[in-house]
């Protein structure tokens, strides 16, 4: 501890409500406990490297180009491209903040529209920030279940059941983290019905949209109106460390004030990585998110009948991502079973880290060759039945 941080504790000082209560998620403090030669099921993150044209692109813009702020929602030549990507909302330039990372689009957007005391519908089982997320805006997390008996499909009975009179959003991920679940058309038309002249605002999370293993995703947007999109090119292109993520929306007051928020957070993006991320809608950047489905769907398909055939355990198709839920219920609990994988160099998510519904489940992420996926079903194998 630094002398600096001594004195604040000493202090005594109490956190302001907002950050009370809020921990790293259990996907880190597995992660950060890996034993040496740890094979990572646990973090979602592509190992695919990142395309050598963007890096390329990247050396050229950081050697001979001068790579000052850029105006605080980025690049008028990349929004302008970003808002290309959904023509069905016909966007102005205004309606796109590039910021960093989807995390921060999602923050912002959150801050942005959540008042003190309102509800956020969150779906369970879902990606832990989501709750944060809201706590920090001071608003109320309510959940709405993706049924287990039901493979986390969509319930629209489950999630009219979670409206209240003080709801102000909801969140949906489509392809899921963690479930790997795609939300239908139907789902989407049913979600737009629901919310349909109540004046909540729906925030979609659609990192995960160019990773998908049948047809493409709908995006929420193309439904209802007062939809807000936070994505990024983290997951469909492994720039996870580069931090380019984007706010969209037709909703120009929402927008304006992303726009603000975003200049305070962070005041802009990386201009070297905005730069070279004008060319993520090439089409050799299309190729190779093309190849890189072509992987991930294999992968998917080879780990979930190797946990059938070596473990004879159940885990769930994945449509998307790369993230399937492998059920050990019949191992015990969740967290235990995952803690045996642990000390056998195999590191998992328990289901509980993203929420009640995924008890009694694994969250296993196939960002790994087939050598790796079979030696840590192997290791897996071990730890749980021998």
């Known amino acids: ?26 996907i880190r403090q597995f992660f950060e406990r890996a034993l040496p030669d740890s094979i990572n099921f646990g973090l979602g993150e ?11 692109e990247a050396a050229r813009v950081t050697l001979e180009e001068q790579n000052g702020y850029t105006s ?4 008028p030549a990349l929004r302008d491209k970003i808002a290309e990507q959904y023509p069905h909302l016909d966007l102005p330039r205004t309606g796109v903040v590039v910021t960093c990372g989807s995390q ?3 923050t912002a957007a959150l801050l942005s529209i959540v008042d003190i005391g309102d509800d956020v519908l969150v779906p369970d089982p879902s990606f832990p920030a989501y709750d944060s997320c809201v706590r920090i805006a001071q608003g109320n997390p309510v959940l709405y279940r993706l049924p287990a008996e039901k493979d986390f499909a969509f319930d629209i009975e489950e999630f009219k059941r979670a409206i209240t009179p003080k709801t102000k959003a909801a969140v949906v991920i489509s392809p899921s983290n963690p479930t790997g679940k795609i939300f239908t058309e139907s789902d989407l038309k049913q979600i737009a019905e629901a919310l349909k002249d109540t004046g909540i605002y729906l925030i979609s999370d659609e990192i995960y949209s160019d990773l998908y293993f049948g047809e493409r995703p709908r995006s929420a947007s193309e439904f209802y109106d007062r939809t807000v999109i936070v994505t990024g090119l983290s997951k469909s292109l492994s720039m996870t460390g580069w931090r380019l993520g984007w706010a969209a929306s037709g909703q120009a007051d929402v927008m304006q004030a992303i726009h603000v928020l ?11 990585t905005q730069k070279a991320s004008l060319l993520a809608w090439t089409d050799e950047a299309e190729a190779w998110k093309e190849q890189a489905r072509e992987i991930y769907k294999k992968r998917g398909e080879f780990l979930v009948d190797l946990f059938d055939k070596e473990l004879g355990l159940r885990a769930t198709a994945p449509e998307g991502a790369f993230y399937t839920m492998l059920d050990v219920r019949s191992l015990g609990e969740d967290l235990e079973v995952a803690e045996k994988c642990l000390q056998n160099r195999v590191v998992t998510v328990p289901g509980v880290a993203f929420g009640q519904e995924a008890k009694g489940f694994l969250r296993i992420s196939f960002c790994n060759t087939e050598e790796r996926l079979a030696e840590g079903v192997k290791r897996m194998k071990e730890a749980l039945f021998d």
């Open 1 to 26: 501890m630094s002398l600096g941080m001594e004195k604040a504790a000493n202090t005594g000082l109490v956190l302001p409500k907002r950050l009370q209560g809020l921990q790293p998620t259990l």
């Open 262 to 272: 975003h200049g305070f957070l962070t005041v802009c993006a990386s201009t070297v």
């Open 72 to 75: 605080h929602p980025g690049l």
């Open 104 to 106: 921060e689009a999602m």
């Open 46 to 56: 592509p190992d695919l490297p990142t395309p050598d044209f963007l890096r390329q």
